[in-house]
């Protein structure tokens, strides 16, 4: 197989479970380190023929961090593209099922198996409600139907923007304030909060500073996320 991922999380899964087979990736895909393939750009400006040019026999991409054009490029090309889409903690741990298969995992990982019994484990602490910025400049915020919302639901945390409309809302920060959350949860992903840029946004307000990888990533993090979410959660409380 020769595979070209442009999902970080992908790029990712498929590195460190069956190793060899990518060719390429994205500029974005970070992990694991020292991963030595080809770079093709952006998750959303992806340079199409540089990935023709590495005739891969597949192509993962999702259909929330890629775009329709670009894809559809590849496959006007004659390229093979699998297009994953992940909304919910069980179907990420279907869909990398079927990702890893397609790209020649003799057996189901066990850390699949790990991440899926550490979340079947969660008990989830006293409810609390949250808001959830994904960048400010304007401010966006984790609106209906995400997959980091899933996540944070099972941990016990109620995103009061779960039946927004939008899937990510741009929402004034009045407007948010104005919402009086239990608690603020930033990750350091897409936009990098930190504790000097963000919590100061939301003063009286309980403030999460959590790993943007272990909310929004779908690959082997997901084994050590409940436990890494849950103590950020936790301290929070502090």
């Known amino acids: 197989m020769r595979v070209v991922s442009l999902v970080p999380s992908l790029t990712e899964t498929v590195a460190v479970t069956v190793p060899g087979v990518l060719v390429g990736a994205t500029d974005w895909c970070v992990r694991p380190a020292g ?3 080809a770079r093709i750009g952006g ?3 992806p340079d199409v023929p540089a990935i023709l040019a590495l005739r891969p026999d597949l192509v993962l991409a999702n259909e929330e961090e890629n775009r329709a054009p670009d894809l559809a490029a590849l496959r006007a090309a ?3 593209v ?4 992940i909304r919910t903690l069980d179907q990420a741990l279907d869909e990398l099922a079927r990702v890893l298969a397609v790209c020649g995992s003799p057996r189901r990982p066990r850390w699949l198996d790990e991440a899926a ?3 079947a484990a969660v008990v989830p602490e006293e409810p609390r409600t949250a808001v959830v910025p994904v960048w400010r400049r304007p401010w966006m915020v984790l609106g209906r139907d995400t997959f980091a919302g899933d996540l944070l639901a099972r941990l ?4 009061l923007y779960a039946d927004h409309p939008e ?3 741009r ?3 009045d407007a948010l304030r104005a919402t009086a959350p239990d608690l603020v949860v930033l990750p350091d992903e897409p936009y990098r909060f930190t504790r000097e840029d963000g919590p100061e946004a939301f003063p009286g307000t309980a403030a999460a500073l959590v790993d943007g990888r272990m909310l929004t990533w779908y690959g082997p993090s997901l084994a050590e996320a409940p436990g890494e979410l849950a103590r950020a959660l936790r301290a929070a409380r502090r």
């Open 35 to 37: 991963l030595d393939v």
């Open 43 to 45: 998750t959303k400006n």
């Open 78 to 80: 004659g390229a093979d």
């Open 82 to 85: 699998l297009v994953t889409g």
């Open 117 to 119: 019994a550490a979340w």
């Open 156 to 159: 016990g945390v109620r995103n």
């Open 167 to 169: 899937r990510y809302p």
């Open 171 to 173: 929402v004034p920060l």
